[in-house]
């Protein structure tokens, strides 16, 4: 009771409950979804080198985020060459920075946004069935291969998730067309607001959220306010799909 830590705060919405606060993680490598074997590899931004490239225990890879401690989850679709009602297929799984199997999470339905809160749990998005899945960022039910990642909660929004990102205002937000939807994690409520198109997503340190625009339509890179509001409607980035924030000018990038 006498004691202090750093690095913890009060939980948006939540009196008296704690959460992570700010936090950067630096490190010298990238996870990379490898989608055509089934498996996720390690490089050293600094050298280019792979220092490691293990399977991803499911079926088409393609999401990855990054904890502060420096594991991945990474999420399988079990879109193209597996069975997406098969959770042997489409889960998210947990590795450690050595790429060592940790846990890992049945959620159907095509795996295709993950992303992690505030308190170090992750979510995880459904395209076939439009639902949010949240998983324990920390507690593992099992050993081995039967490990499983613990599921907190599991909620159907209506949309198709193409990705997802967590705001600093204790919030997860959907890629997904003609509707994005925020969702309230204190609440496990959401609202829908107007989307015009999607692929990737990001959040900037304003609460802004940015989406890209795959299919080349007027729209390109555009913009939501915290509020749900239009912050930009249009850019002439079109065909832009990954999107990141740069963490120093607070610049949108993207391919």
Known sequence: PDGTCDGIDEAPGEPGAITLGEAVFTGNYIYIAVQGVNEVAQLDTDTGVRNWQRPSYGRDPSRTTVALDGSVWVGNRGLFTGNPADPNDS???????DGN?????????????????ASG???????????????????VDGAGLAARCRILGDWSVGV????????GNGRIWTSSDPTTIRFDIPTSTWTGFPNPARYGIAPDTAGRIW???????????HALNPDGSTYLATTTATSATALTVHPADGSIWGP
Not at 102 to 109: F, Q, W
Not at 211 to 221: E, K, L, M, P, V
């Open 91 to 97: 889960n998210v799984v947990h590795l450690d920075t």
């Open 101 to 117: 199997f940790v846990c890992r999470a049945d959620v159907t339905g095509g795996v295709r946004g993950v992303a992690i809160d």
């Open 121 to 139: 749990d992750v979510w995880a998005g459904t395209w076939n069935d439009g639902r949010l899945v949240r998983i324990s960022g920390s507690i």
């Open 160 to 167: 198709n998730i193409y990705g997802l990102a967590a705001d």
């Open 211 to 221: 989406f890209g625009d795959w299919s080349n339509t007027a729209y390109g890179i």
